[in-house]
């Protein structure tokens, strides 16, 4: 009896790796190994570093994914993307050895340890509600600003490098779909804000108060579109070295679904 139900049940795992293998068949394959990293510095090092060391996507080198560890994990983040960030599906426009190919090559690096930040969560989590304003403009767990992105799960979707980078340097790497519209009106006045909308007649835009302007322009003296950053550059030198490790290590833990 015992035996019995033995068999079936490998009779139905047999029947389970057919339609969705768990991990990948080129793992250890030279070859695959070498087609999935050209295939990812083609398509995901723009985005996760050309050795995957992240960027403006997470870091993928570090032998644990937030998605969680088992190669299925991995290919399904792939296949499917993640809907609402810049993580692309990649399942309609690749095939399934393709993808694992890709996920044969994640696997094959040694793990490196992730970035410390020798930082103080909670004393940044301070900074950024108060001293350093950030709140006016971004929110996190839905209490803050609507100018600037949502950061709720900004730790999950960048690396550290680029948290660094859009604190002190935030015109090097501007998140996509972010322009500025600056518009003078014909007594002098200027009216500027995050860009929702531009074309050859009109523009709207958002200003730091929330308020959405819509513009003609026929009506104004110029309307411009410029892709600067409309974050406050002076973080360098208004909060000191510590108090920028304290706001990294916040904002490295914020990982969406309440805090953390
Ligand atoms: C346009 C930018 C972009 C491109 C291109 C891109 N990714 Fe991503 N990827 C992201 C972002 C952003 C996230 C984080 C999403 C989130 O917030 O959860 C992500 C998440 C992931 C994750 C989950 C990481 C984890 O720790 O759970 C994996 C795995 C991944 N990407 C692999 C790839 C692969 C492989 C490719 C190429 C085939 C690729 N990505 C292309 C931006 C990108
Ligand atoms: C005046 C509004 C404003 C304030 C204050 C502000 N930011 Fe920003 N921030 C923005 C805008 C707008 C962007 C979008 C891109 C850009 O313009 O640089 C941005 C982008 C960012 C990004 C990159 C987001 C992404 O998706 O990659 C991070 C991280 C960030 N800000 C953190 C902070 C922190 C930390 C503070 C406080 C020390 C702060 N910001 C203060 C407006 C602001």
Redesign the pocket.
Known sequence: MTARILALASALSVCAAAQQLQSSPFNGDKESIGAGRA??RL??????GIHAGGG?????N?G?????DTDL??YR??ER??P?????A?GPR?TEEN?WR??SY?RSFEPSPEEDVLGDAQAGERIFWGKGGCGACHRVDRKGGEFGPDLT??G???SVEHLRESLLDPEEDLP?GYFVVSAVHHDGRTTTGIGVAFDDFSAQLRDSTGKLHSILREEVRSLEREYTSLMPSGYRESLTANEQLDLLAYMKGLR?GGAK
């Open positions: 295939a990812y398509r995901c090092s723009a985005c996760h403006r996507g997470p870091a993928l570090r644990k994914f937030e998605v969680g994990d991995i983040v792939i993307g993640v609402g960030t810049e993580m692309p990649y690749s993808i890709i996920v994640l799960r900004i999950r979707s960048r996509p969406g």
